[in-house]
Nanobody, 120 residues
């Protein structure tokens, strides 16, 4: 089992910044890729960014150049630095961890979500 605890959400004006954190605990040695997803009201959940154990990253086009995902394996924590926030970034942000032995995928773990609200 893996537990993911997010923090750092809140209310910010357009153009502002927020930094989300996600701390993992439990059976962390078999966590492979980690990422952030978001779900806005009336929309489907979408991938925001992912990062591998070695640090390779991937972003949805709408956040490229504004968001940065990073990972501290020693602290078992993944971060999402969000700059130049826009009202359309408003959503509940969820941390995700892909878990599997010897690098294979077996299951996903999710955090409880943290609300990000960007006012215009």
């Amino acid at each position: 089992q893996v537990q993911l605890v997010e923090s750092g959400g809140g209310l910010v004006q357009a153009g502002g910044s927020l930094r989300l954190s996600c701390a993992a605990s439990g059976s962390i040695s078999n966590i492979n890729d980690m990422g952030w997803y978001r779900k806005a009201p009336g929309k489907q959940r979408e991938l925001v960014a992912t990062i591998t154990r070695s640090g390779s990253t991937n972003y949805v086009y709408s956040v490229k150049g504004r968001f940065t995902i990073s990972r501290d394996n020693a602290k078992n924590t993944v971060y999402l630095q969000m700059n130049s926030l826009k009202p359309e970034d408003t959503a509940v942000y969820y941390c995700n961890a892909e878990w599997g032995r010897e690098g294979a995928y077996e299951t996903d773990y999710w955090g409880q979500g943290t609300q990000v609200t960007v006012s215009s």
